[in-house]
């Protein structure tokens, strides 16, 4: 008597799979509940009637809530002896080691459908013990295996450990290699894989899970591959697991990124599209690839590019004809892993080649314009979908990204604004693209950097070798700087051996200085002429960053073009990034006085805001507001240079009042927007301190903004001294006593940091980044951290680490309980509108992840 089947899972496509699965076997009484109470309710009145066949439950939180859902099911009618299966969601915290006992299999949510009625049928014959829910030791044998080995996607085969016959092979090997486990029953091992350098009875008498390069048999004939032996017990008996992940990219993640990483390194031009479409039909096995071409003039027939072939040449049929390359040049994609023979009837094409894998991927600019056309297909089917889709769409975005740089080379070179000898933009049409970049910055709020490189002692090259070999050189360095930047980013020839790049979408400093470290490096490399002469070419480089320190071209290059000839007086080959000197501010101390004057009032200043986080969840909590000023001939100048001279002449307490009220205003904004209370941190120099209106300002600010008070945060350097400013200690006070916060800045760097958090009221500390930038550099600073975080602890304060740029400041901060975080590693300072877009970007994440499944 069918007794029924019990699926229990939340989740609405979770539960129709296992509906499916079920169904589609043949299995008629499934009873499908949505959580343990409605299970409870569909087996009301089942105390007289057969115990249940099988209970199935998704299980998608952590291992105690698993143990209670399995308690809970075997309280049902019926249900205290049924094998139960487990299906592990996606988002389950729980390993399969963490499962407890009395469960018969486990299988994760993917393989609801291939596996979950083998699984079931499997236990029934006896062949799979219950699950054990203690953790065997690394070195005991491992009684059932399909745990250990399951977990991810990988292949592996089960044989005696005395005859090396199989066993057993997973539905994954199978798969891969197109034989079914029928075909590998009671096979040798040394029939099935062939090692390379070591003989197979070595691997399997050492059986270490030491990997091994080896061939794996296939329909194909083999795929090459490596591979892995280990003990472990099956069906009561000593047995070998070996563990084998193919070099294929259609079939393993790593190896299809290994394969997208060399398409695209490869330059621009025909024989670099050549050679990515060679790598792409190799590693994925294809018998056919080709890259065709839209006619630019509108007309019907497209141009073919590239064309590879596994067999004899056939008749090739007009592009007119080959309906599925006309529908993918009209903009739609095709995709059939394994069934396109049934476009055959309507595609000369793929009648004649006998495909049973096609895709046609259309090939975009970045306006979105189809350029043309990739058409790939395989005989046998293409291998696993989830990665042969997303190499195919990445190797169709570098054949149009080839195709639409061509495109605009032939069109630069016919309107004068290519580089004849390099190919690179000229100066014309750099000065236009970096127009349109800083027009696209602006209005999205991003960050970008220019740099400015010069070759160095260029013209003793062309003295000594002759034109010819600088023209080869030239050719070279073009090469090397484009190698050393990503496809986003422009480079230009501007004159002569002078280049410039923009580095596009910049979040940290450090990501400049990285790519500027690169080209140095590369250009170290000796270079070759024609002849066999070897050179040794180096370059100074300059680098200048929006919109820190200039809103316009002109002064972004002549910021670069200076601070590349800075690094030229320091002896070249290397990089410098642009700034105003203390020297220079000293010698132009005045003038730069009397523009400041002016500053506010001509709209120069800017205040940018950088995030807080929670160190456990990196979750936004605070901001901190900085004042920059963009001088209309200098450029962004430093807080570090304008900053002192602001409070040497008085000027400090009036930009400090527009800062606040900036600030406020703007925080007032994005509460109202985001409904996010976020604390924000204003600094106030010791002029400001010392003022006597400090407090009636601060009321005024609040009072015309409406921000809360206990959102605002005063920043007072540690460096103030109490004694020096003798309204310090009142004010603080005072403020503190209206709701204000109050935050010592720059912790640790001054002489009186005990006398600090005795005497004034203060909330938080903020350690100084100098201590924060050493940490796994310089052991004293790590116990300074470490002791200020536990002191700052025991006096009840708060503490948040400044200039937190790496990983491992990060863990070692969370380590010892910081309570904040804020540097670059989180994110640079930001203008309005590119904050706003980080907070409705947090926004739309937490609305994502609240909602729940239907």
């Given amino acids: ?485 990503r496809a986003s980013d422009t480079v230009a020839r501007y004159a002569g051996d002078e280049f410039t790049i923009v580095l596009r979408h910049i979040v940290k400093n450090d990501d400049v200085s990285r790519v500027a470290e690169k080209i140095v490096q590369v250009m170290e490399t000796p270079l070759y002429l024609d002849d066999g002469t070897e050179l040794q070419v180096t370059a100074s480089m300059g680098l200048s960053f929006f919109p820190d320190d200039a809103g316009d071209a002109q002064t972004l290059l002549k910021h670069a073009d200076e601070a590349m000839y800075a690094a030229k007086h320091l002896g070249r080959n290397n990089f410098q990034i642009y700034e105003v000197s203390p020297e220079y501010a000293r010698e132009h101390g005045m003038a730069l006085k009397t523009r400041l004057r002016h500053a506010e009032g001509n709209g120069e200043l800017r205040v940018v805001y950088q995030p807080q986080v929670n160190t456990e969840t990196e979750d936004i909590v605070g901001m901190e507001a900085l004042v920059r000023w963009e001088h209309p001939e200098l450029g962004m100048i430093s807080p570090a240079v304008f900053i002192p001279l602001a409070e040497e002449s008085g000027l400090i307490v009036s930009i400090g009042e527009w800062v606040m009220r900036t600030a406020c205003r703007q925080a007032k904004e994005w509460e109202q927007r985001y409904g996010l209370r976020l604390r924000l941190g204003v600094n106030l120099s010791a002029v400001q301190l010392m003022e006597p209106r400090l407090m009636e300002t601060v009321a005024r600010v609040l009072r015309e903004t409406g921000l809360d008070p206990t959102l605002l945060e005063m920043e007072i350097t540690e460096s103030v001294s109490i004694k020096a400013a003798p309204n310090l200690v009142d004010n603080l006070h005072a403020l503190h006593r209206m709701g204000c916060h109050i935050a010592i800045d720059d912790f640790g760097t001054g002489a009186a940091s005990l006398d600090y958090l005795r005497r004034l009221p203060a909330d938080r500390i903020k350690i100084d980044q100098s201590f924060v930038r050493n940490i796994g550099v310089d052991p004293d600073d790590e116990a300074i951290v470490r002791a200020t975080i536990e002191m700052a602890h025991r006096l009840k304060r708060a503490v948040v680490a400044e200039g937190v740029e790496i990983e491992q400041h990060l863990q070692f901060l969370r380590t010892y309980g910081c309570d904040e975080l804020q540097g670059y590693l989180f994110c640079r300072p930001l203008q309005p509108i590119s904050f706003d877009k980080l907070l409705a970007e947090r926004q739309r994440l937490l609305e994502g992840r609240t909602t729940e499944p239907a």
């Fill in 1 to 485: 008597m069918n007794s029924g089947i019990l699926v229990v899972a939340a989740q609405r496509e979770l539960r129709r799979g296992l509906f499916d699965a079920l169904d589609q076997a043949g299995y008629s009484h499934i009873h499908s509940a949505r959580d343990l109470q409605h299970a409870a309710i569909l087996l009301e009145g089942r105390p007289s009637l057969p115990p249940l066949q099988l209970m199935v439950v998704v299980l998608a939180g952590d291992g105690q809530q698993a143990r209670n859902s399995c308690e809970q099911l075997r309280r049902l009618p019926g249900a205290v002896e049924t094998p139960l299966i487990a299906v592990l969601a996606e988002e389950a915290s729980l390993s399969p080691a963490d499962l407890p006992p009395g469960i018969t299999d486990w299988l994760s949510g993917a393989q609801i459908s291939s596996e979950l009625v083998p699984r079931w049928r499997r236990s029934l014959a006896g062949n799979q013990a219950p699950h054990k829910a203690a953790a065997l030791p690394a070195t005991a044998a491992l009684e059932d295996y399909r745990y250990a080995f399951e977990e991810g996607d990988n292949e592996w085969l089960i044989a005696d450990a005395q005859t090396h016959h199989l066993l057993e092979v997973s539905p994954t090997l199978a798969r891969h290699s197109r034989l079914h486990a029928s075909q590998w029953e009671g096979l040798l091992l040394s029939d099935v894989l062939r090692f390379e350098g070591i003989a197979i009875e070595q691997v399997l008498a050492d059986a270490d899970r030491s990997w091994y390069p080896c061939q794996r048999k296939s329909s194909q004939g083999v795929d090459t591959g490596q591979a892995s032996v280990r003990h472990m017990r099956h069906a009561g008996r000593d047995a070998l697991a070996l563990m084998f992940r193919s070099d294929r990219a259609d079939l393993r993640a790593e190896a299809a990124l290994s394969l997208l990483s060399r398409i695209f390194a490869s330059t621009s031009g025909v024989d670099a599209q050549i050679a990515a479409g060679r790598l792409l039909f190799d590693e994925l096995g294809l018998d056919y690839l080709a890259v065709w071409s839209a006619r630019q003039d509108g007309a019907d027939t497209p141009t073919q590019l590239l064309q590879l072939w596994s067999g004899e040449a056939p008749a090739w049929p007009p592009a007119q004809l080959q309906s599925s390359l006309q529908l993918v040049l009209a903009g739609k994609p095709m995709l059939y892993r394994a069934d396109a023979k049934r476009l055959a009837p309507i595609d000369p094409l793929l009648q004649q080649l006998d495909l049973a894998g096609f895709a046609g991927l259309p090939l975009y600019d970045e306006r979105h314009t189809v350029l043309g056309a990739m058409l790939a297909g395989s005989r046998k089917g293409f291998g696993e979908m989830g990665i042969v889709e997303p190499v195919l769409r990445c190797a169709a975005a570098r054949f149009a990204q080839v195709l639409e740089l061509g495109r605009t080379r032939e069109q630069g070179r016919a309107e004068g604004l290519v580089d004849a000898l390099t190919g690179l933009p000229n100066r014309l049409l750099f000065n236009d693209r970096l127009d349109t970049i800083i027009r696209e910055a602006t209005r999205n709020g991003e960050c970008f950097a220019v740099l400015f490189v010069d070759l160095d002692r260029f013209k003793a090259i062309n003295d000594t070798y002759g034109h010819a070999a600088g023209d080869q050189v030239l050719r070279v360095v073009t090469q090397r700087l484009c190698s050393a930047i």
